[in-house]
Nanobody, 126 residues
Framework: QVQLVESGGGLVQAGGSLRLSCAAS????????MGWFRQAPGKEREFVAA??????????YYADSVKGRFTISRDNAKNTVYLEMNSLKPEDTAVYYC?????????????????WGQGTQVTVSS
């Protein structure tokens, strides 16, 4: 069983930055694919970014809407994954969720992730 706890959300003006953190329990965190998703009011939960460890090192993948603005990173020693969000836009406003999948590489489908955090609210004002 893996427990995920997000933190770092808040209110920020457009153009500003926030860093989200997701602390994970479990001894095999370093082998998990970790993802960030978000859900805006009235919308489906959507993929934002993911990080996986492969034989060649680390792999990351981003949704087109955040590419170049958001950066996912992980500290396996701290069992923590981060989402650095820069140049924030009002349309980035959502509840952001951390997710984990113990096996396989990066996917963007919600159903592929087995564990979820409770979410943290990010609000970007114009």
């Amino acid at each position: 069983q893996v427990q995920l706890v997000e933190s770092g959300g808040g209110l920020v003006q457009a153009g500003g930055s926030l860093r989200l953190s997701c602390a994970a329990s479990g001894r095999t965190f370093s082998s998990y694919t970790m993802g960030w998703f978000r859900q805006a009011p009235g919308k489906e939960r959507e993929f934002v970014a993911a990080s996986a460890i492969s034989w060649s090192g680390g792999t990351t993948y981003y949704a087109d809407s955040v590419k170049g603005r958001f950066t996912i990173s992980r500290d396996n020693a701290k069992n923590t994954v981060y989402l650095e969000m820069n140049s924030l836009k009002p349309e980035d406003t959502a509840v952001y969720y951390c997710a984990a999948k113990p096996t396989g590489g990066i996917t963007t489908r919600r159903r592929d992730y087995d564990y979820w955090g409770q979410g943290t609210q990010v609000t970007v004002s114009s």
